[in-house]
Antibody
Framework: EVHLVESGGGLVKPGESLRVSCAVS????????MNWVRQAPGKGLEWVGR??????????DYAAPVKGRFTISRDDSKDTLYLQMISLKTEDTAVYYC??????????WGPGTLVTVSS | DIVMTQSPDSLAVSLGERATINCRSS????????????LAWYQQKPGQPPKVLIS???TRESGVPDRFSGSGSGTDFTLTISSLQAEDVAVYYC?????????FGQGTKLEIK
């Protein structure tokens, strides 16, 4: 069974940094393309970015609001996906979900981790 | 970026009645080389992550009840629930995967009348 669990969320001040993680199981992580999607409180879904598998080039794409501040990486030896966030803004407050990217679909999701940016 | 616009923003339907949600993309998401529409529908219940219901505009995912159907092509799409059940109360999102950035509609909140 596919399982994704995010961790590392919390309360930070504007301008600070935070790294959230996503531990996965139940599928071959090294072959998977992965995404981060976020949802501000009471709002809709917003794609944050994705990382290809190493065999797919291992490259990343980002949404404009986070490009240059957020970095997606992966550790295939640990079956873990990361989202490093710097220069956080209040508008980055959201639940952050990791998702698989299967035939373009966000097929499997974790329960999410809440990141709150507030002074 | 492709902008996805859903209508209505909220909808109240009686149990057993039909619910229809519309989604429009700012440009075509029909890929001419394979004649596929790069559109998915997701269902999100309170306190849960989204779940994919429909892919390629009209293909129901495994385990999704057949009361859910998707239609449309090009820029205009529809999600239909043929006979609303209590467990269908949720927010529904369309999403295009034709290009990066992936973009979602703003969501349609479906309630029981």
């Amino acid at each position: 069974e596919v399982h994704l669990v995010e961790s590392g969320g919390g309360l930070v001040k504007p301008g600070e940094s935070l790294r959230v993680s996503c531990a996965v199981s139940g599928f071959t992580f090294k072959d998977a393309w992965m995404n981060w999607v976020r949802q501000a409180p009471g709002k809709g879904l917003e794609w944050v970015g994705r990382i290809r598998s190493k065999s797919g080039g291992g490259t990343t794409d980002y949404a404009a609001p986070v490009k240059g501040r957020f970095t997606i990486s992966r550790d295939d030896s640990k079956d873990t996906l990361y989202l490093q966030m710097i220069s956080l803004k209040t508008e980055d407050t959201a639940v952050y979900y990791c998702t698989t990217d299967s035939d373009f679909l966000f097929q499997h999701w974790g329960p999410g981790t809440l990141v709150t940016v507030s002074s | 970026d492709i902008v996805m616009t859903q209508s209505p923003d909220s909808l109240a339907v009686s149990l057993g009645e039909r619910a229809t949600i519309n989604c429009r993309s700012s440009q075509t998401i029909l890929y001419s080389s394979n004649n596929k529409n790069y559109l998915a529908w997701y269902q999100q219940k309170p306190g849960q992550p989204p779940k994919v219901l429909i892919s390629w505009a009209s293909t129901r995912e495994s385990g999704v009840p057949d009361r859910f159907s998707g239609s449309g092509s090009g820029t205009d799409f529809t999600l239909t629930i043929s006979s609303l059940q209590a467990e269908d109360v949720a927010v529904y999102y369309c999403q295009q995967y034709y290009s990066i950035p992936r973009t979602f509609g703003q969501g349609t909140k479906l309630e029981i009348k």
